[in-house]
């Protein structure tokens, strides 16, 4: 480093310009791999879902290398990657940004040393005794499913399970300034007591996930944004959105909210919790999740919350929002009137029927060429239970389209845009086709985007419900 500064130094001399002080390096990270040489090596984060490389060094014969800046890394979980793209070890980067770290190949916990970074060697020293307690935990497990004495193999593996807790628990105790302290707390799970007795007599039996999903979040600090950037953090917010949280979208909504108000005024946070819902949302495949995306387009994404976010993003979600609010399920559909094949118009809001799918499709595409008939096929089972079908054509080619409708003896409501007046396409969200609505009978819509298969699944939901009510 002294040989490079000189020769920098000496250069700049020699252009006529003296350097007085150089400016210190903010994060020097050294490593000493030994087994690893002559190639490059990469410094990997996590932030959220993704992990990403921040920087590369050259690795020299010895096992050599090091990673520094100018600026200091955001505290978290990094970790090293080979060229050939394998992850090696992770390590912890908070406070103290300039250590150094020495292993072998052979095995990297147990042969870690760390010089300058007291969180790390003790990082190391639990990672030691956690593949220690895996070790047993691992054989006592197949005892348990196959040796001779299941039970008291049973009873010991809760013993050793207890013992790991108790460590950790202590662990985080002992060392409660450190993050990696933060990080171990973060894995507690919530210990869920006894369920109280109902009134009837009987032990409540959905206290338990109550419970568990009111003390979640217990052991996470959301005004820390370190943790975005662990591999801990984000399956925690994943579970609690998919497994904790009815797959409908008021739930969704109201999950969503209750973590971005966890968040409070850590603007990092913030801005992870928001852009990981508002994309998740909409690019779902659950049906009707788009109402969620809708929500927090209009809720957060706004010039005085998504600070982030540039004039022309915003107004992108801003109008993909307001495209896809009046076609939220719940909704009454847009009114559409196209002329059928007789030049007749024909008014979505005039079909007399309990239900009926609108369907969007164009003859020439390969995926309506499959899905028509099979459409036809579940029409003709149903269209005596007051059920209408209302296809749009998006193709123009008028005379091949009334070829398809003769051929395949299409006796629903057939309409096309002729004159090119309706703005459909835009207003159902039209992008690919075959696309199909269900629509009750004052055309509300009760389901979108699905296909024939399901179409009998979702009817039949949708009147068990009914009945129920």
Known sequence: MKTKLYSFCLLLCIAGTVVVNAAPKKHLVKFTIHGFSNTICYLGGHYGDHDYIYDTAKVDAKGNFEFTGDKELDGGVYFLIS????????????????????????????????????ENALFYEYQRYAITMHDKVDALSKEVKEGPDKEGAKVKLDTLNEQGRRYRLD?????????????????????????????????????AFRYYKAHYFDNIDFSDPR?????????????????????????????????????????????????????TYENSEIMGMDAVFVHMAEKYYTPELATWVSASQLERVKERAEQLKPILIGNRAIPIVLPDTNNVMQALDSVKAEYTVLYFW????????????????WYDSVKAEGIQVY?????????????????????WINVMDIYHTSNFRHEYDVVTTPMIYLLDGNKIIMAKKIDTDNLNKVLRHIRDKKRQH
Not at 84 to 110: G, N, P, R
Not at 190 to 200: D, E, G, Q, S, Y
Not at 362 to 377: A, F, G
């Open 362 to 377: 164009d003859y020439d595409c390969s995926h309506c060429q499959k899905e028509t008939p099979k459409l036809i096929r």
């Open 171 to 207: 662990f985080i105790k002992k060392h409660s300034d450190m993050f990696m302290s933060k990080v171990l707390n973060m894995v507690e799970e919530p210990v869920v007591p006894p369920a109280p007795i109902l009134p009837n007599g009987r032990k409540d039996s959905s206290f």
């Open 227 to 279: 943790i975005i950037h662990t591999p801990v953090f984000f399956p925690k917010i994943k579970e609690y959105l998919t497994r904790l949280t009815v797959p409908d979208p008021d739930s969704v909504i109201s999950a969503a909210d209750f973590l971005i108000q966890k968040a409070g005024s850590n603007k990092d946070m913030f801005r992870f919790l928001v852009q990981y819902i508002i994309y």
């Open 83 to 118: 060229a050939s793209k394998k992850k090696l070890f992770e390590f912890i980067i908070d406070k103290e940004q300039k250590f150094a770290m020495e292993a072998d190949t052979v095995d990297y916990s147990k042969t870690m040393k760390v010089v300058g970074s007291p």
């Open 391 to 411: 296809a749009v054509q998006t193709n123009s080619a008028t005379d091949k389209w009334k070829s398809y409708i003769r051929a395949h003896k299409l006796d």
